[in-house]
């Protein structure tokens, strides 16, 4: 990652209105402490077992957070957009633990981050900033906690559907594996299953890319699915 700057204005605290109410003192650890870093697609924000030392609060971008068994194959757990923030980032930092999973950079990202030690005074000293992570770290649990379900309790042909359904546009430019992969499942599953969904008049599939023919059909099948 490079960092651009240290000790910048806070203009950046625009993005997350809930910390619009932060406390001089508060602003200024925040001005002395909290740097800016850009990253490129690709780059690896962590690895499983290493520390956490910085909080992380993310102004534009997105990156992937997944977790490899031990035989390679890979779930994803959650993704981080603009205005969010990192539940293991959060969690390594409250419990003082080291990382459980990896994640990637998916899009070029800009962020903002805080030393650990200015973290712990901040959840100390300043009121907003502490009610301003336990709101985001509560979200963020309720979300993996939806995922938990969905890989326990629903079937591959409606979570792939689902998947589907959250890619941006018609066109969907990744490989099986990928899908598998998101998906925590074989790259054989997934195809089979995508076949069965051409063949229903669904979708279309090409080489490394497919498109959504009826949205409408996988949208029915999620929601008989939560029935």
């Not at 490129?40 to 499983?48: A, C, D």
């Amino acid at each position: 990652m490079q960092s651009l700057s240290q000790g910048q204005d806070l203009s950046w605290l625009d993005i997350f209105p809930d910390l619009a109410g932060l406390e001089t003192s508060a602003r200024e650890l925040l001005s002395k402490s909290a740097r800016m870093v850009e990253a490129l697609v690709g780059t690896i924000g962590y690895r499983e077992g290493v520390p956490c030392n910085a909080y992380v609060m993310r102004l534009a971008g997105q990156s992937r957070v997944y977790k490899i068994s031990a035989g390679g194959r890979e779930i994803l757990l959650y993704r981080v957009g603009a205005g969010e923030t990192c539940v293991l980032t959060t969690t390594c930092l409250l419990g003082r633990s080291d990382y459980p999973a990896e994640s990637v950079v998916e899009k070029d990202i800009r962020d903002v981050v805080i030393p650990a030690a200015s973290f712990h005074q901040l959840m100390v000293e300043s009121a907003v900033f502490r009610q301003f992570v336990m709101n985001n770290y509560g979200a963020l649990i309720s979300d993996l906690i939806v995922l938990l379900d969905e890989v326990a309790f629903q079937n591959l042909e409606i979570r792939l559907a689902k998947l589907l359904l959250d890619s941006e546009g018609g066109n969907i430019t990744r490989t099986h594996q990928q899908l598998a992969d998101e998906l925590g499942t074989a790259r054989e599953v997934v195809s089979r299953q995508l076949k069965r969904f051409e063949q229903k008049g669904w979708v279309s599939l090409g080489r490394g890319h497919l498109e959504l023919v009826n949205r409408s059909a996988l949208l029915h099948l999620c929601q008989i699915g939560t029935h």
